[in-house]
């Protein structure tokens, strides 16, 4: 772990030392993005009118693709921001997007989506006519009430195979005020699912209000994500949520839906064979430019191009810390940032006794093999991490554990190509067998700045527990890995996962832009924001998971 807290010069220098020993010729750098030879950079993904999509019914069926691009966008003052060279222009054109297969060099192909325009349904209505054949809705099919509420929808159709799917729309500032429902069918079946609700409530996990990614004019408004597994058809409704007025037919009416809405369907891209240093070289698997990057951030606690980084005892993890102190507190000094180097580890006592638990095994952004290409060049950075943020991703519990990787590079495609982030929002994830996966890019043990509580996002970290907790307990093992991840991530900041902490609003809906709010250290989302997240059965675990992490860290 030494030089753990590295200054920007050192991210970008030991990524420029990295890149000779990892990069093939340019043609083999990066494996083509959505169906196109593409040389590492990102790729705007555009609708295209005319894109057709597979149907078994009647031989074609209208489908668009789209996504935002992917610039440079630079932090607050407030941020380290490690540079790399600039992004490619906002207006480079594209197709649809392909379906992925895996290449014979044992890649995967990076994923794909597709984008589809949701158009008005008929008041009153819970779907517009059916347009290829499928199942009529089972029995406990739930329809929405009669409502003169403005409502769109598309009618089920055939699709080109995803896993996840989400609604977005134009103005990220604009609410979805009220219900939106998917129905699927699995791939190569006539089986539909029944009408699952996708939640809403998502404007609250993003970055920061007036931050460069917030306000870099890719952003979109958009639900969460829900995984629905191997899918070949879809059916979308989205509905006003009424309110006390009435209309001329005398029944409830609402506000207007937010106007661009869209359903976006995810291809997470075909799993790899098993991945290895010695696999990847005799393969002739390198690493792209961005992919070295992404490794070379961690390259203090594994080697480059590693899949996961190894846990470590609470002794060896102390004594890595220790050890690394000096070296680093010397870097700074000499790049003239001696103030973050004194406020690294806390206080001088617990720079000298720290607190805190083993290492984590964490599996890295190559281990779940992120797509380097989709995210931002450059990494940002905030000053320390006094705060865990804990979140569920909303995205359904019906994934198993060996999926988990598939979910999410389904969020991080989603995240970046519909939603318009420079990465995925999250900095670690952890699945319902407790595993903890590297979220944005970055550095593991280095303060990221993340995009997952809106106005709490600088010195702090979000953690998201992939699955929806609001009527379902959450799996102990995920509570676990919770505990075992902050017990290490808050020990490298002297941070008390029992503690209370200070952290200022950057501005959202329960405190004002400015204001210095006392926060549990290890807190829930609803704690920085009225919301829901992360479920009101996960909330109600994290006592239990302070208690854990502070026992983990010899407290």
């Known amino acids: 772990m030494r030089g753990h807290l590295a200054s920007s010069i050192a991210v970008t220098c030991a990524a420029a030392l990295a890149l000779p020993l990892a990069l093939s010729s ?14 590492g ?4 993904e555009r609708p295209h009118a005319d894109a057709p999509a597979p149907s078994r019914a009647h ?56 984008s589809l325009p949701l158009t008005p349904l008929t008041p009153g209505t819970p779907e517009a006519p059916r347009t290829t054949p499928a199942e009529p809705p089972p029995s406990n099919d739930r329809t929405l009430p009669p409502t003169s509420a403005p409502a769109q929808g598309l009618a089920p159709r055939d699709v080109r195979p995803f896993s996840l799917v989400g609604v977005v729309w134009d103005d990220p500032d604009s609410e979805l005020r009220g219900r939106v429902q998917v129905r699927t069918r699995a791939t190569g079946t006539t089986k539909w699912s029944v009408w699952q609700d996708v939640d809403t409530h998502n404007h609250e996990h993003a970055a920061d209000p007036d931050t460069a990614e917030r306000t870099s004019g890719r952003v979109r408004g958009s639900t969460a994500p829900l995984w629905v597994g191997d899918s070949d058809g879809v059916e979308v409704r989205v509905q ?32 790899p064979p098993p991945q290895g240093p010695e696999l990847d070289a005799a393969r002739g698997n390198f690493l792209s430019a961005e992919a070295a990057a992404s490794s070379a951030v961690n390259a203090d606690l594994a080697p480059m191009g590693a899949t996961e980084i190894p846990a470590l005892s609470r002794q060896e993890t102390r004594a890595d810390l220790l050890a690394s102190r000096g070296a680093w507190e010397d870097a700074a000094a000499t790049a003239g940032m001696a103030d973050v180097a004194q406020g690294a580890g806390g206080t001088a006592e617990q720079r000298a006794r720290p607190y805190i638990g083993a290492r984590p095994r964490i599996v890295t952004r190559r281990g779940w093999r992120a797509d380097e290409g989709l995210r931002e060049r450059n990494f940002s950075y905030t000053k320390t991490v006094r705060a865990a943020f804990v979140h569920h991703s909303a995205s359904g519990n019906n994934y198993r554990c060996a999926q988990a990787p598939s979910v999410i590079r389904s969020i991080y495609r989603y995240h970046v190509k519909s939603s318009g982030w420079r990465d995925i929002g999250y900095n670690f994830l952890v ?125």
């Open 431 to 555: 699945d319902k067998c407790g595993n903890i996966y590297e979220g944005r890019a970055g550095g593991v043990a280095k303060p990221v700045m993340g995009a997952h509580t809106l106005g709490f996002n600088s010195n702090s970290m979000g953690i998201a527990v992939l699955g929806s907790f609001g009527a379902t307990n959450p799996p102990a093992a995920a509570v676990k890995g919770i505990a075992r991840l902050t017990a290490w991530k808050l020990g490298l900041y002297g941070a008390n996962p029992r503690g209370k902490t200070y952290l200022k609003s950057g501005g959202g809906n329960l405190y004002r832009k400015g204001k210095k709010v006392r926060l549990n250290v290890i807190s829930g989302h609803r704690d920085g924001f009225a919301t829901e997240c992360p479920g009101r059965r996960l909330y109600a675990k994290l006592g239990k998971a302070r208690a854990a992490s502070a026992r983990y860290q010899g407290r």
């Open 59 to 114: 031989g074609s069926a209208p489908s668009r693709a789209h996504g935002p691009a992917h610039g440079p966008a630079h932090g607050p003052a407030s941020e380290l921001t490690a540079r790399a060279r600039p992004a490619p222009p906002w207006s480079a054109p594209a197709t649809a997007a392909a379906p992925s297969t895996a290449t014979r060099s044992g890649r995967a192909v990076p994923g794909s989506t597709q």
């Open 26 to 39: 340019a043609a083999a750098a990066t494996p083509p993005v959505d169906g196109r030879t593409t040389t």
């Open 41 to 44: 950079r990102a790729v705007t």
């Open 240 to 271: 006003s949520e009424a309110d006390n007025r009435s209309g001329a037919d005398g029944r409830a009416a609402a506000e207007p839906l937010p106007a661009g809405l869209r359903v976006e369907l995810v291809d997470p891209g075909a799993e």
